[in-house]
Each structure stands twice: as structure tokens, then as C-alpha cells.
Nanobody, 121 residues
Framework: QVQLVESGGGLVQAGGSLRLSCVASGRTFSRYAMGWFRQAPGKEREFAAATSASGGSTYYADSVKGRFTISRDNAKNTVYLQMNSLKPEDTAIYYC??????????????WGQGTQVTVSS
């Protein structure tokens, strides 16, 4: 059974930084693309960032490009989201997601429970 467990969320002032982590278990982590999504109050879940299985390809939503960095450590079965220059509009629950493909960055089969990120102005 695939499990994804996020951590690292919290309350931060605008302009600050946070790093989210997601530890995966239940399958060979290094074979699959991973992503981060977010859902703000009253809004639909939206894509934020993704990385291919090797980490060699990354993809970002325009809203986070240049501020967020996705990375992965396949030896630790962990994917990270480094978030810098945070804005109040980044406030959301952030979800880790696992693809069933090494290179498909937009379709995901597995989801974590989410971690809350709140950015105060």
C-alpha cells in the first residue's frame, strides 16, 4: 500500500520561507514522478510543482515559478518543496502526490493527507 506523509507546514510571515517534506512508502520511490498540489479555502485544488522520477525534469505553475523549488532524494524516499518569498495567497493545504509513471508530471494516483501552510501579511 502506497503511503505519502507530508510535514513542514506552519505559519510564516509574508516574505518568509518554509520547506515541505513528503516521505513515501509502499513502492519503489525512484521509479515514479512526484508532485505538489495545493488547495486554498473555497478554491479547487491546483497544481504547484512536479519532478520526474530521476529528478532531472521539473515543472512549475506560473504562480510559484521562481519562488518554489521541488527536489527529491531517492535514497530517502522523500520529495521536498522549498518555498521562498511566500505571499498571503500561498496560504493553502499542500498535498504531496505520486504518479504511476516516471515522466508524467500531471496525472497522479496517490495522495498524502496534506499539510497546512499559512502566510500572514
Amino acid at each position: 500500500q502506497v503511503q505519502l506523509v507530508e510535514s513542514g507546514g506552519g505559519l510564516v510571515q509574508a516574505g518568509g520561507s518554509l520547506r515541505l517534506s513528503c516521505v513515501a512508502s509502499g513502492r519503489t520511490f525512484s521509479r515514479y514522478a512526484m508532485g505538489w498540489f495545493r488547495q486554498a479555502p473555497g478554491k479547487e485544488r491546483e497544481f504547484a510543482a512536479a519532478t520526474s522520477a530521476s529528478g532531472g525534469s521539473t515543472y512549475y505553475a506560473d504562480s510559484v515559478k521562481g519562488r518554489f523549488t521541488i527536489s527529491r532524494d531517492n535514497a530517502k524516499n522523500t520529495v521536498y518543496l522549498q518555498m521562498n518569498s511566500l505571499k498571503p495567497e500561498d496560504t493553502a493545504i499542500y498535498y504531496c502526490a505520486g504518479s504511476n509513471s516516471p515522466s508524467s508530471l500531471l496525472t497522479y494516483a496517490y495522495w498524502g493527507q496534506g499539510t497546512q501552510v499559512t502566510v500572514s501579511s
